[in-house]
């Protein structure tokens, strides 16, 4: 079995602040996880907020160098600072959705002109009509289209749209990964289905493997082959997605699964989060503990004295 | 009449268009199409529908913060606070200067467009709340880093700058902002939409406890219904730039009285499904050109001939609830077959 991607040991410290003293972030600690080639699937990343899933999702994408550790791809090291040629080609396999669309797309820009740049990039090519088709194609797969698209800027558009469009652009270059950052948190119920659909139906037919960066328990649940639960920059348990959301063993774990929103008692404004899970919960924060395997497949961090 | 009944927000018959023109094309999309709604001190009106239907062109006038190509077409947005009454869609810069923040004020969808990039978040804050609060210099910070933790973030992230903080952080920073001068009216867009259900859930509370402690209302705009089941006393339903279903929250998830909402309240997903809810038939519909008579009409399963030629009225159907559709007598509530009990949190 092949390794699509290897993240090995992989660390972020970020250092904060000048003039009045320096501050340092350990953004991502020791993480560790692996991808295989032949068996495409949805990786998903929960967490705190803050937590380093996005500082991680950078570093896959060669966006932010590892402080130590190392990235694999297809065997190869991501490389910040390789030619424009093995960017590019890398760029073409490790396609990116992020977080906000409202970020992804400068306002006084076409959305069409996103389109269009990354098709002529990747597909190499100059000629209007295979990079209109190119365009439309990637839209349709998102439920859109080239008309319904042209001419319009951003702001011209809602979340939800600018947010599908932003994954047609990622599909242009054909990428056998995606690193979907919070693909659906801006979108409603129905439409963020359809978009956790496209994912999955991008992994079982076309193959892709998703890295999939959610707050959401519930889609992450439906579509996700295996998970990771992060807090304060490390993996605090990790493993089959339905295994560790029907029965979370990390505590922090548990509090996610607890402060899931319910409409049982809609109306009755119930927000109180259980003290005792809280207290449990951030115990453990700033403790390095150690991740154990259990015996269903998962690996949950434990710590001494516990 | 008590205090909870006071009339702070009346909203009557808003028609608010982008009025475009490409290459000599004018076009026109009908983001708010005629909505009457009114809303009271001290209560949280959750306002919710799908991408693209309206809700931010909506409160964007509510918030007084528009901008061509959007335009007020008709109708009037009557604010009655302490320091007197405002109608905001007619408002000059001026008078809306004199509310905004201190009786007024508006977290915009997406933290970082009133981050601005190259300011320390500590600038932010003086440029928007110094003059309201009538604070400077310890005093002021005081006050700021005080309140900020009380959204759990560190007096650091004063000297920080947008990028250093994460999605979530950034997101309660603007909430901050939005609360630090203790605002009559705060109109909030989509803000817990990138945080974790742990943050989300103490962001609500903490939202609420702002509200009662200060009696002010909120309108909450977000297409999670989950979060309207949680925090919202009203919830009001938006389709194609029109409000179709208003009531009571506990009204709204139990006894829908629109096809449409019985719909958004069942098709919420749940930790433990995995089959994918019943969804919804068709797109959006396009607001330049919307559908004739009932909007909902191609996507309705009750729909019927008189649907599609005459716009159903807003009626009243129960204490505080209204609902404008034809056959809201045959509105059943979907039922959630999928959810196995066990597995909810
Ligand atoms: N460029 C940067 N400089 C300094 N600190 C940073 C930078 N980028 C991220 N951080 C810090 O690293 C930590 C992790 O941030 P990151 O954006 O990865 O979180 P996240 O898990 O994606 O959070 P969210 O769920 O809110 O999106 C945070 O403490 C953040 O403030
Ligand atoms: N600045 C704009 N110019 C033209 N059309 C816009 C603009 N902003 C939004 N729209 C359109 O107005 C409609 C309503 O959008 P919006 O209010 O953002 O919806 P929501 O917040 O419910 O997702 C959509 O059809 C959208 O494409
Ligand atoms: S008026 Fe007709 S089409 Fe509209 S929601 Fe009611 S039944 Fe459906
Ligand atoms: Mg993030
Ligand atoms: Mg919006």
Not at chain 2, 48 to 76: C, D, H, M, N, Y
Not at chain 2, 175 to 182: E, N, P
Not at chain 2, 190 to 213: F, G
Request: contains cysteine.
């Amino acid at each position: 079995m092949s390794t699509l991607l290897d993240v090995r040991d992989v660390s972020k410290r970020f250092t904060m602040g000048g003039l009045f003293g320096r501050k340092t972030i350990d953004a991502v600690m020791d993480a560790n996880f692996s991808l295989s080639a032949e068996n495409p699937e949805i990786f998903t990343i929960i967490g705190e907020s803050g937590s380093g899933k996005t500082t991680l999702a950078r570093m896959i994408l060669g966006l932010e160098d590892p402080t130590s550790g190392e990235i694999l791809f297809r065997g190869e090291k991501v490389d910040r600072h390789a030619g424009r040629a093995a960017r590019l080609k890398f760029m073409s396999h490790v396609q990116p959705v992020f977080q906000n669309p409202f970020e992804a797309f400068n306002p006084l820009k076409q959305i069409e002109r996103y389109l269009e740049s990354t098709a002529r990039r990747f597909l190499d090519t100059g000629d209007k009509a295979v990079i209109d088709r190119a365009m439309d194609e990637a839209l349709q797969k998102v439920g859109l289209s080239l008309k319904e698209v042209r001419g319009r800027f951003p702001h011209e558009m809602s979340g939800g749209q600018l947010q599908r469009c932003a994954i047609a652009r990622a599909l242009i270059p054909n990428p056998p990964l995606l690193i979907a950052d919070e693909p659906v948190s801006m979108v409603d119920a129905s439409l963020r289905m359809s978009i956790v659909n496209l994912l999955k139906s991008l992994r079982d037919d076309l193959k892709v493997s998703v890295i999939y960066i959610t707050h959401d328990l519930a889609t992450a649940y439906y579509i996700s082959n295996r998970l990771i639960i992060m807090q304060r920059g490390r993996i605090v348990e990790m493993g089959d997605a339905r295994t560790v959301l029907d029965n979370p063993e990390h505590p922090y774990s548990r509090l996610l699964k607890a402060s899931v929103l319910s409409t049982d008692d809609a109306g009755a404004g119930k927000l109180m989060t259980d003290a005792g899970m809280l207290d449990l919960a951030t115990d453990s924060v700033g403790q390095a503990g150690r991740l154990v395997d259990r015996a269903d497949g998962r690996s949950v961090r434990v710590y001494e004295g516990v | 009449m008590t205090r909870e009944n006071e009339v702070i927000l009346e909203v009557e018959n808003l028609k608010a268009y982008y009025q475009m023109n490409y290459f000599g094309v004018s076009r026109e999309v009908r983001a708010v199409d005629d909505i009457t709604v009114t809303m009271r001190k001290n209560e949280v009106y959750g306002i919710a529908g799908e991408s693209s239907s309206g809700k931010t062109s909506f409160i964007k006038v509510l918030a007084a913060a528009i901008r061509p190509p959007l335009r007020v077409v008709q109708g009037t947005v009557k604010y009655n606070f302490s320091n007197g009454p405002i109608d905001v869609a007619h408002a000059t810069p001026e008078q809306i200067e004199t509310v905004r923040w201190k009786h007024l004020s508006y977290i915009m969808q997406g933290s970082m467009s009133v981050l601005n990039p190259v300011r320390r978040i500590g600038k932010t804050f003086q440029d928007f709340a110094q003059r309201p609060l009538g604070l400077k210099g310890e005093a002021f910070e005081e006050r700021v880093v005080n309140h900020l933790a009380r959204l759990k973030l560190p007096p650091d992230v004063l000297r920080a700058y947008p990028h250093e903080l994460s999605g979530g952080m950034r997101q309660r920073v603007t909430i901050g902002l939005a609360t630090v001068c203790h605002p009559e009216f705060i109109i909030a867009d989509e803000p817990t939409t990138a945080l974790d259900v742990v943050v989300q859930k103490e962001v609500l509370q903490l939202i609420r406890d702002i509200q009662t402690e200060m009696g002010a209302s909120v309108v909450f705009v977000t297409h999670d219904m989950s979060v309207h089941a949680n925090v919202a006393d009203r919830v009001g339903i938006i389709y194609a730039g029109r409000l179709v279903e208003e009531g009571p929250t506990r009204d709204m998830f139990f006894a829908p009285k629109h096809p449409y909402t019985a719909h958004l309240v069942a098709s919420l997903p749940r930790i433990g499904d995995t089959q994918q809810r019943p969804a919804l038939e068709g797109r959006p519909p396009n607001l330049a050109d919307p559908p004739q008579g009932c909007r909902f009409h191609p996507r309705c399963p009750l729909a019927v001939d008189k649907c599609r030629k005459e716009v159903p009225p807003m009626e009243v159907v129960g204490p505080d609830h209204r609902t404008a559709c034809w056959r809201w007598k045959d509105v059943e509530p979907l039922v959630n077959t999928t959810a196995p009990a066990g597995v909810m949190a």
